[in-house]
């Protein structure tokens, strides 16, 4: 019985990561085709550095992430706060709008943007494509930030003020390190939902501005340049690095703390290394 | 306490970016321009009432529960297999199952065009085992295959969750009381999970039923999946109202799924649906 058992698990994982390692063997594949292996080499590794194509759309990625996650931290963070103190009726209300872009398939998000923006007479490209990203990322911050909120001693705020504290100081040293880990959390689901889009992308960009996503779209049916396969290699094992550095941390730095870290129930997508409670 | 101000700006770019365009959605879908401005028309969604597109959206239905359901086999088991006391190491366990959503989607999917093809991984390995030739590429089994490739993870990782929160004495109370294996999951264990299992389903059919791009990689033809035909309306024919209408379908089809899955939610706090 644990024989079989073990056995369906390595399956199930063969399976998850059968398409992986094709790609990070493929990325040292000598033929361009996807077809035939004629050898190893790394001289994809030295092109994609020279790749403008690749260079622009990694560009893009990673400035649409980091903009698009700070920008809707900020907004989230203090939308949260007004949120929190809302009455009954309108805060269900506005939670409820905030649903919308997470209920939504991607693909009505991305056109009904698209629709906006064309009859705003916007040129589709850069901002758009930022608005869109900020837009879909807001309510993950929320959904991290406000339970923080809710689980807060509402007395700390009071007591703060009471202890001579005003109440900008009082937010800075007492209310935000208490919603901190819901804060960076909701940052992280934030940049990694940006990171990785395609369909909202595909539609409210234009003139040029790729994300990796889009420039792996149009590849795919002519065949993917090993350099994508080479660059994913890479990012790879950056992210694999990096929640193996976390983790080690994590466990050195308080062992009991482990798991509880960010669980973030509300929100739908798992996504990795973003403590969820094992 | 009256900071509920704070919120406004939030509000307001809801308004802007998430009402307006649903409502540019809604508006495109049923008007139509004519030489003295816009004048409300149905025929967009009289259009969908063909046999082609209705085919379109039942292959989409059909293929989004097959892969659930096969997403639900695989899944459950798995998950169950990992919320079990005899697997230590869960932590890396659950990095592994989450661990593949780093690598870039399309990507992953584009793999397994060079793993299907006829000259591919996967028959180089069935040849090499004397076992006949797999040719799925560009039908609809790649893209069921596809499907569960990718949405496998949201359906293990919400049953997981359940389960491994289920009280242990709550199934030793069971077999104490003279259930078998069988009697024990069927009347304790799974209803449970139903919570997990329920958002599992969720989680993949959703996706499933609105994907354009495991279609358009591994399927066949243009017309595959509904959200082809929504893509194709935008991007090339330029028939807005036509893909308005489609998008409106494609709601109201999203909506009527939650709510019935909402109905098989027993306990809100513990499926983590959303």
Redesign the interface.
Known sequence: MRFLKKTYVFLIFAFLYAPILVLIVFSFNESKSRGNWEGLTLKWYRELFQDRQIMSALYYTLLIAILSSVIATVIGLVASIGIFHMKKLPQSMVLNLNYIPILNPDIVTGISLMVLFISMKMNLGFATMLLAHITFNIPYVILSILPKLKQMNKHLYEAALDLGASPVEAFWKVILPEIMPGIITGFLLAFTLSIDDFVISFFTTGSGVNNLSIVIFGMARRGISPKINALSTLMFLSVLILLIIVNLRMSVDNPERRGKNGRSKENGRYLPGIGHDI | ???????????I??I???????I??VF?SVTEQTGEGYQLTFRHFHRFVDPIYINVLIRSVVLALVSTIICLL?GY??AA??A?R??SR??I???????????????????????L?R???VNTILSFLNLPSLDILYTNKAVVLGMV?NF???MI??IY?VL?KIDQSVIEAAQDLGGNGIVVFRRVIFPLSLPGVV?GIT?VF??A??T??IS??LGGGQFTLI?NL??QQ??SSGD?GF??AL?VI??IL?LLS?GVMSRYEQDK?GG???
């Open positions: 306490m009256k900071r509920h101000w704070l919120a406004w700006p939030y509000i770019w809801m802007i970016f998430i009402v307006v365009p649903m540019l959605v495109y695989l088991p798995m297999i990992l079990g005899e697997f869960k932590k366990m659950y990095m592994l199952i989450v661990l593949p959503m780093w690598m870039n989607f399309l990507l992953r999917t584009y793999a397994w065009m060079t793993l093809e000259n591919g991984v490739y496998l993870p949201f990782l919400p969750s491994s958002s989680m959703m996706p039923v609105t354009f791009v358009r990689l959200g929504i893509e935008f991007l807005w893909g308005s998008s494609m709601m999203i939650m706090g983590a649906l959303w």
